[in-house]
């Protein structure tokens, strides 16, 4: 996955471009969270990055899993408050606890972090209100996901909903914000089109419908930060130039005359 990170990060319009260079050995476990340690050291080094950027000034993150987001949208949020919508593309919840988990993966857990129940060492200085999460593309929850969804007032669209993108835009408007931050998970693509995830799941979103779904909330709302999350290089023959053609598809659609 760094390797992924790195080359797609070289595609993104340079700006004041900061590379974060993350601890990739095995760390301790705590508290049911794998690599606790090496986790927290990770959040730090990112903080510190972002502390250089001037405040609203919109970031793009490069990830590695959707861990690495945790902290550009805590500084999104320091930014803009209850102004902020997250719009969570992605296939999967990520709405997990360590008690609930059966990896134990942050990965996994990062959005319910971020909604205020993560574990210690692993939390936001600010935790977002659940009703401002829009989860955009998830086809894979677990049950005790599906609870909190219903409970917490968390908005969920499938795949289905997003082949226009009306009732995104209607949900996004229903949390009464007017900035949004825009979580990409690869893996909301259908493998068809892009398998190279760590988690793909079948009957995810095309290219264009991605696309057109960005574009019709970044003409409506503010974009207070994004990040593409989750590009796992393969090195069978051939499967790396379709891939690489596909993010460039993403990339051209989302910065545009931006990379000229």
């Known amino acids: 996955m760094p390797s992924g990170a790195a080359w797609l990060a ?3 319009p340079t700006g004041r471009r900061r590379t974060v260079t993350l601890d990739d050995g095995v760390g ?5 969270v794998r690599n606790a340690d090496v986790l927290e050291r990770q959040l730090l080094a990112v903080r510190t990055a972002l502390a250089e950027v001037p405040p609203g000034e919109r970031t793009v993150t490069i990830g590695g899993d959707c861990a690495v987001d945790l902290a550009p949208v805590e500084a999104a949020l320091s930014t803009y408050g209850d102004r902020l919508a997250l719009v969570w ?3 999967h919840g990520d709405l997990n606890t360590p008690e609930s988990s059966p990896s134990g993966a942050f990965h996994g857990m990062v959005l319910r972090a971020l909604i205020g129940d993560g574990p210690e060492g692993l939390r936001p200085a600010r935790s977002l209100s659940a009703d401002r999460v829009v989860l955009a593309g998830a086809r894979s929850l677990d049950r005790g996901e599906q609870d909190l969804v219903k409970r917490r007032g ?3 669209l499938g795949v289905e909903q997003l ?3 009306g009732p995104l835009l209607a949900a996004v408007r229903a949390t009464g914000a007017d900035a949004v931050y825009l979580h990409i998970d690869l893996d909301v693509l259908d493998p068809q089109v892009f398998p190279a995830v760590g988690t793909p ?3 995810g979103l095309g290219v264009e419908e991605l696309l ?10 503010t ?3 994004l990040a593409l999350t989750e590009y796992e290089r393969t090195d069978a023959a051939g499967e790396e130039e379709k891939e690489e053609a596909v993010l460039r598809r993403i990339v051209d659609g989302l910065f545009g005359a931006e990379r000229n």
């Open 154 to 156: 968390i908005r969920h």
């Open 163 to 165: 082949a226009e993108p």
């Open 212 to 221: 057109g779904a960005v574009r019709a909330l970044t003409e409506e709302f």
């Open 223 to 225: 974009l207070a930060g």
């Open 89 to 91: 593309f992605d296939a």
């Open 10 to 12: 070289e595609l993104i």
């Open 201 to 203: 799941e079948p009957g």
């Open 28 to 32: 301790n476990a705590r508290g049911g």
